[in-house]
């Protein structure tokens, strides 16, 4: 683990006849994610780059995972310092996340978690569970996860109690962006305790190989390029729609991701691909994303729903040129108006596709100084030590 850090060792117990302190290692325990390393999905990505970060600051912290996400082969009991415990999930859509949530906190007590740190709103249906066995809870609000298409009626008010519990009886929340502070002032007058604290991004080493785009059959900087799971709200089918009618030559589309659960979307939208000559890639990571990244033309995320999208930080990290929907978690101050097109508007994606892809080929430099991961894990511990005072 890494060296200790004064700030998180804190007075686990006071002996009132005594003037003697006992001090202990601060322990997080971190649940609602599916779990790291290498695991499709945005909050997976945020935990996979936050919690080394924070390990090294000198807390002792355990990610909680969800087995029915867990590779065969994957052995893994720790991650650079931090600790991974699998717990049952179902792998059922509507049950995985509330049976794990519930699970895991109760798991999370048995580990002696000084703070429990819920990620979602789903999963933050568990914290007055957390409350009530001693533990302190901070949870992050990664996003109105109510408004995404895949959820029917029920899911969607249980998101919503969720999203409740969170601006009731979390010790501390975490927003990552200002739209989501916004919805927590105005919904449940909840601005106390909660902190702003952005997604972060890596500068990347860009990638100088080019073999994995030659075995898709791939040219550098002519092709378009998208990155999400395949679910409705990334609003993949229009994409492809709007290239297909959009004047592409000599580009092509890449779509790389995957569903976590296969359903009648997924298969359509695969089969809408193929059937248009999409590149699809399946989950990606590593090396391989790097190139795709690297020599991409353009790239595209016309999502109806966003917390604060860590693919598209990603994105502006590699100087790519980005067309994204106009969604207020879309429009961030480092991009310009030109990189915006008419959420769930199929005509004005075509008419922008154009515009961009006519275009000469132009690397962006983009300021992301606000999104230094380094930063971000010295702020959020500074919010578990706040919790741990309190």
């Known amino acids: 683990m890494g060296g200790f850090h004064r700030s998180t060792l804190f007075p686990r117990s006071h002996n009132l006849r005594s003037t003697l302190f006992t001090y202990q290692v601060m322990k997080v325990v971190v649940i609602g994610t599916r779990g790291i390393p290498n695991i499709q999905g945005g909050v997976e990505t945020h935990c996979e780059e936050l919690y080394p970060r924070i390990v090294k600051l000198g ?12 590779p065969e082969n994957d052995n893994y009991t720790e991650y650079k310092g931090v ?76 998101l919503r109690i969720g999203e409740w519990c969170q601006a009731h009886f979390a010790n501390h929340i975490i927003s990552i962006s200002n739209v989501i502070t916004q919805i927590l002032s105005h919904n449940y007058n909840r601005t106390k305790r909660v902190s702003l604290i952005y997604n ?26 998208a990155l999400a799971r ?63 990244f690297t020599n991409a033309g353009l790239f595209v995320l016309p999502s109806t729903h966003e917390g604060l999208p860590i693919s598209l930080l990603e994105a ?40 961009k892809l006519s275009a000469p080929h132009r690397n962006r430099q ?3 100084s606000r999104f230094n991961w380094d930063h971000i894990a010295q702020q959020t511990l500074s919010v578990y030590e706040e919790c741990l005072k309190k």
């Open 59 to 70: 807390a002792d912290v355990t990610i909680i995972r969800r087995t029915c996400h867990i």
């Open 316 to 355: 502006m990290s590699y100087s790519i040129d980005v067309l994204v929907s106009d969604i207020p978690a879309n429009q961030l101050e480092e991009l310009t108006e030109a990189d915006f097109f008419h959420v769930d508007d199929m005509a004005h994606l075509t008419a922008k596709l154009n515009e």
């Open 200 to 225: 972060g991004v890596n500068i990347p080493e860009k990638s100088t190989s080019t073999d994995y785009l030659s075995s898709l059959n791939l040219e550098p900087g002519k092709y378009v390029f």
């Open 83 to 158: 600790k991974l415990v699998d717990v049952y999930a179902p792998k059922r859509k509507s049950l995985e996340a509330i049976v794990h949530s519930v699970l895991a906190t109760f798991k999370a007590k048995r580990l002696g978690a000084d703070i429990v740190h819920i990620h979602a709103i789903g999963p933050s249906l568990c914290c007055p569970l957390a409350r009530l066995l001693g533990m302190k809870v901070v949870s992050t609000n990664h996003g109105p996860d109510y408004d995404r298409q895949k959820w029917g009626t029920l899911a969607k008010t249980m």
């Open 366 to 368: 983009y300021d992301l």
């Open 230 to 292: 395949f679910v409705p709200e990334k609003r993949f089918d229009l994409l492809i729609k709007a290239f297909q009618a959009s004047h592409h030559s000599g580009y092509k589309l890449v779509l790389a991701g995957d569903a976590d659960h296969e359903n009648d979307f997924s298969r359509a939208l695969k089969a809408q691909a193929k059937d248009a000559g999409v590149v699809l890639t399946g989950f990606v990571k590593g090396e391989k994303l790097n190139q795709l």
